[in-house]
């Protein structure tokens, strides 16, 4: 493969990589390298990210997330009550394990189960509303997703704020997912089951992760450094898997480095700074909802978040703002991919029926925060 391949590639697979090296580098440009870029960067989210990623990969790599998928499954005993379970444990599995990684989990495996029980016909509406409770329920933990893990760690926010920023959304949201799915026609379910895969995995070998994700929750509370649990989770998963170390989304973490050396250099040109400022300022949820819809729902939060101290609002907008297009929570192109390998002549019907489910939620949602600020 010739460079320029390899170059197209790495644009199509690392998107939003790609476009947070240029910025860094233009604005480089700018604002020249020096001693100063070495505080841009939030050392305390990228490693938390950095230990989350190996604590749910190691999680994955035990089949913990599917045997909880399963075990729902035997005990639904209609289509309505299996859609309720598997959209219900996107919501609440998206706020340990993050929204991605939900969607990795069970978005296969419930096109998987639709096949086998043959009704790949209700199968879309489905991965559509598990994406959005992914994305929705991702918000009510700081480790949810990385938006709130940065916003979290970045402005210092207490628990109190925090929920006051996002509960009443997820709570919202949840009503609005269970009313859908209870509206939808019923039918029993048929027999076909996938089965049980093997023995599940002992105590001990989920506890070292049970321990250093509870380091980590340290960590984001603020109860202990995260140097020392850097350390500790390295070394474990060092010791138990090194594997897991694979399993890193490495393009995430440069991403978000690219990108505060970008909003550090916006910051030290002051005609940029002063006009962000005033379009941000008294704006936050507008903006990140709207900035969201662009650039994603990452990249916004680290970006406004140089030109506003109102975090709150921002915290609230950029997680409602993973609605909308496909691309405002890039967790969403993890069910396009699914889908679309799966159903590859419906990739017209999914973008439809994607956009009209978000953009409903998204109104609904949006309206009620304008009513509560």
Known sequence: MTLLNQVKTLFWRETVFCVSLVLAALSALAVRPDAAYLSYPDYRTLALLF????????FRSLGVFERLGRALLRRAGSLRELSIALVLLCFFCSMVITND??????VPFTLLVFRMIRQEGRVLTLVVLETIAANLGSMATPIGNPQNLYLCS???????????????????????LLAVLL?????????????EEGEAAPLSALAPYLLLLALCLLVVF?????????LCVAAVVLAVNRRLFRSVDYFLLLTFLCFFIFIGNLKRIPALNDLL???????????????SQVISNVPAAILLSGFTQNFAALLTAVNLGGLGTLVASLASLITFKFYAAQYPDRKGR??????LWNAAFLLLLTAAALLLG
């Open 277 to 291: 400022l005033s379009l941000v300022g008294g704006h936050e949820l507008l903006a990140g909802i709207l900035a």
């Open 183 to 195: 509206l939808q026609r019923d039918e029993p379910l048929g027999e076909a089951r996938p089965e």
């Open 350 to 355: 999914f973008l439809r029926s994607f956009t």
């Open 222 to 230: 603020r109860v202990v450094g995260f140097v020392p649990v850097l």
């Open 51 to 58: 230990c989350l990623m190996l604590i749910v990969a190691g």
């Open 101 to 106: 990684v939900t969607l990795i989990t069970f």
């Open 154 to 176: 970045a402005a210092g926010l207490t628990m109190a704020q925090f929920a006051r920023a996002v509960l009443p959304y997820a709570g919202l949201s949840l009503v609005l």
